[in-house]
């Protein structure tokens, strides 16, 4: 292929793909498709002659749409965004273009200090202790990752480092097997999957410590489970702290947990895949108060922060452990600069490392703090409309306090009704919604999710869950008016309040409660 016609195949890829979301709204939102559906489209061979670049493109909208998730959909509402927009996308051809390896500074110079750069202006912009910025006299720094799991999983690597060495010294006849087997490490029984995993990965028993009915770790648990392990002759090394827990957003608390860790010298690795974003706003650090304790935090802009998939950023106090944890030290890779630039090699799992930095680069320039800020707390504005809804009809309860972008919410009675209307919700493929369990509750977890949404678009979930919701009870009414003649009493219980007029009201409240919670927007 010539420049001439990769200019032409961009221009109308880049044509296709702002088609694809500005008109996004007017796909199902879920695929139709049965698993081994592509194996029917393709051909079982690679094709023998090359193919015009035009049929290839064709063929994204023919066979791979029909069964593509659509993720950016303003109708998706489950797990948690994934970042997008088009700068962030430009970003990544950007990088696509240079096509390098940032594996040390001399690999690609570029590569390494724009990630220190603007490592620290995340880290500024989120307020973030001094002490975890690469521009800090200590040995801090930020790097970003591919994901959350292996910000989690390298932390539990150095943290492993960090106490063998303490052992070590202080138990000079303990040998390194010794003492990697005694460490344990803590989390959450709320915490993501990828704690569990980091555990099994770094060979370091994880204890899921029981939540409380906020579904927050608390210090007096930790403590005791400690105090417990201790006893038995073990020695705890890392914590995992959440704050927005997948589940229900629910924040660990890290002003108990942070001294408990540090008097032990144990590592505090805080998880805010989701919630951290959301420190770009001043009025909703209060929800995360604590993280001058922690070792290192972590948090995904490519979950609610514009930036695709995959950009997740780490910070680290003291980048010594996660860098000896880490390093081999082949000759053929030392350059002389090791002291100036950081060799992000010794950072990660992976010796190959890709320009992430560049759309990280290009979202906040064109965006900047202000376009970021805008688009969070429009995204909470949205949760607060659709939370407002819920609580309007009271067919429906409120789960768990609504913080950010995450709304949980379950048909009062029982679990029964919330399973049947999430088989609905799911078969229409109108919006989609996943369920989480909350003190042995079924519930709805909506999230606030595309960059496009807007409140029309939480009307049409609004609507698409009130609808199906009536269905439900109708057919309950229908089946037990055979039996009793209770539909009267049942038909009232059911009768809906229409949106129209409504949504002017809800926003107001919504508007007054926000200026509430939040003394520091001016
Ligand atoms: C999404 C999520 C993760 C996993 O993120 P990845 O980047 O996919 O590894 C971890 N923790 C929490 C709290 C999350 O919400």
Known sequence: MDAKEFCEFGKATLAYIADYTEN????????????????????????IKGESWKEVLKDV?????????????????????TGNSYPAIIGEIVSAGIGCIGFSWMSSPACTELEVITMNWLGKMLNLP???????????????QGSASEATLICLLAAKERSTRRLKEEHPDWNDATIKSKLVAYASDQSNSSVEKAGLLGSMTMRLLPADEKCRLRGSTLLEAMRKDEEAGLVPCYVVATLGTT?????????ELGPICNENNVW????AAYAGAALACPEFRHLMPGIKFADSFSFNPHKWMLVNFDCSALWVKNSRYLIDAANVDRVYLAHGHEDKAPDYRHWQIPLGRRFRSLKLWFVMRIYGVEGI???????????RYFENLVRYDNRFEIVADV???????????????????????????????????YMGKTIVRFVVCSQNCEEKDVEFAWNEITTQTTEIFKSQIEASAVLEDRSIEIRTIITEKPLENLTDK??????TSTVKNSPTIS
């Open 373 to 383: 800020q805008k688009y969070i707390r429009g995204s909470v504005k949205l949760a």
């Open 506 to 511: 809800l926003l107001d409240l919504e508007i």
């Open 130 to 144: 001094e002490e975890f910025l690469n521009c800090s006299e200590g040995p801090g720094g930020g790097v970003i």
């Open 24 to 47: 996004l709204r007017d796909r199902n939102v879920l695929p139709s498709v049965k698993p081994g559906y592509l194996n029917e489209l393709l051909p079982r061979e690679a094709p």
């Open 403 to 437: 913080t950010l972008g995450l709304v949980c919410f379950r048909i009062k009675g029982d679990n029964s009704l919330t399973n049947e209307l999430l088989e609905r919700l799911t078969a229409r493929r109108q919006i989609y919604v996943i369920p989480a369990t």
């Open 61 to 81: 909208e023919r066979v791979i749409m029909p069964g593509v998730s659509h993720w950016n959909s303003p109708h998706f509402h489950a797990y948690f965004p």
């Open 268 to 271: 505090l690795h805080v998880d």
């Open 247 to 255: 589940g229900t957003c629910a924040y660990d608390c890290l002003d």
